[in-house]
């Protein structure tokens, strides 16, 4: 079976390519992937080459494919393989194995399995671990934002409360209490609001800060105050660069003006970070959510109040296999709807630039459809696209129409339609 796929030889070294994949053994799995949303993570990886973490050290001889956001279906199931999965199964994974205690993770450390290819091979260990998860929804992508969306669940699990007197740590957000989501309006921020909004155990009082008004804009038409308001859950969204003390405004809004219990930091910025300690209520718990690329990132905290106020600061970066789990069953049931995490598609052949220039494009999540020819492509942009004439014009008249009536979101109609309608790659020999 060939393949077609982004490898990772080394630093700023990514070279999409089409190479022969071995048979299966017995305990293995082929399957066809159909969408990858490239992650900041996979930047970092592209970034650092052998020095990131789960970068083998010989990836220049040994390359990998990039890419762990991904879904698609089973082609064929080796005669040992557990768990009844069978051809034709739709599937996502969970890329952090902790296999034996070892980092390696598709899309960072195979040569066979990653979110960027036509057709991969699944190994065993990640079937051992539980990591091949079924997935029954209507489009493939929102597999594919299972897994962030796993991160944030996870985030959300791993905040701590304690109680004066007791050692025992309360695990998960303070329900009813008052959080904060720090530089929140992009794409992971938008995950998190729609899953503090909608998730069983949620605040009473959500803020949401950010410095781009058009960012906060689309932030707040997608989850609206009043939809909050409806769930029990008061959310403000926050302009912390226009706001004439900002910090004080935030207190304002917290009951007495004791702060936050919750505060979650989504972007790797010293000033954010510091002004979450200080927004702090007693016993409030700092999530610093976002993975700077320095090694040497660091800032101020107020130790006084770590020692008489018991602030504490946790970090998490990803969620385990149940937190995935939580992420399909809400989407599958329509709690939640990740797809304002979305806002550009494009085929394989665009994965390696915007993948390397990630920082630099503008916009939430980049979504890869692996078997189509089609550059990044901004939704904002569809429907200029559908009248400058060009060779897709005729597909961005269809799908201009159809975001449009979804409220400017890609959806699985959209989805469907592209996977019909978009120019493809030939097909890959058995």
């Known amino acids: 079976m060939k393949t077609r796929a982004v490898r990772l030889y080394g630093k700023n070294d990514l070279r999409l390519e089409e190479f022969e994949l071995p048979e299966i053994n017995e305990n293995e799995i082929l399957a066809k992937v159909i969408t990858d949303s490239i992650c900041m993570s996979s930047y970092k990886a592209a970034k650092q080459g052998a020095d990131h973490k789960r970068v083998p050290a010989d990836v220049a001889t040994n390359p990998v494919i990039i890419g762990h956001e991904f879904c698609g279906e089973i082609v064929e199931v080796g005669a040992a393989v557990p768990g009844g999965f069978k051809p034709g199964d739709r599937f996502t994974i969970q890329p952090a194995l902790n296999y034996k205690g070892s980092l390696a993770a598709p899309g960072y450390s195979y040569q066979y399995i990653g979110g960027d290819a036509t057709y991969i091979i699944i190994p065993p260990e990640v079937m051992e671990t539980g990591s091949l998860l079924p997935y029954s929804g209507d489009a493939f992508f929102y597999g594919s934002l299972a897994e962030p969306m796993s991160c944030i669940v996870g985030a959300f699990h791993a905040n701590y409360h304690t109680k004066a007197g007791s050692y025992v740590h309360e695990m998960g957000i303070r329900e009813g209490g008052s959080m ?10 938008l995950g998190a609001i729609d899953y503090a909004v909608h998730c069983d155990r949620k605040p009473s009082l959500l803020v949401v800060t950010d410095i781009d008004d058009e960012r906060l804009k689309r932030a707040a038409s997608i989850i609206t105050p009043e939809n909050a308001a409806e769930n029990g859950v008061k ?18 809004l917290t009951p007495s003006g004791a ?6 930091v989504f972007a790797p ?12 209520a007693r016993d409030g718990c700092l999530n610093f959510f976002a993975g700077p690329t320095d090694p040497e990132f660091s800032a101020q905290l107020n130790f006084y109040n770590v020692h008489y106020s018991s602030t504490h600061i946790v970090g998490t970066s990803g969620g385990n296999t149940d937190d995935m789990r939580e992420a399909i069953a809400m989407m599958e049931s329509g709690r939640i709807n990740p797809a304002a995490m979305i806002t550009h598609i494009g085929g394989l052949g665009a994965v390696v630039d915007t993948t390397l220039r990630l920082p630099e494009i503008p916009g939430g999540k980049k979504l890869i459809y692996t078997e189509i ?7 904002a942009d ?16 269809a799908l201009a129409d159809i975001v449009e009536k979804n409220g400017g979101l890609w959806c699985a109609e959209a989805e469907k339609f592209l996977l019909t309608h978009a120019k493809k790659k030939g097909k890959m020999d058995r």
Do not use: C, W
């Open 382 to 397: 569809f429907k200029r696209l559908s009248e400058d004439g060009g060779e897709n014009a005729h597909l961005f008249v």
């Open 269 to 280: 910025v010293r000033a954010v970070v510091e002004s979450a300690d200080r927004l702090l």
């Open 259 to 264: 702060g936050f219990d919750d505060i979650f």
């Open 373 to 379: 020819d089609l550059p990044l492509t901004a939704i």
């Open 180 to 189: 904060a989501i720090l530089a929140g309006a992009g794409p992971m921020g």
């Open 235 to 252: 959310l403000v969204y926050i302009n912390t660069k226009t706001t004439p003390d900002a910090e004080a405004y935030m207190r304002s």
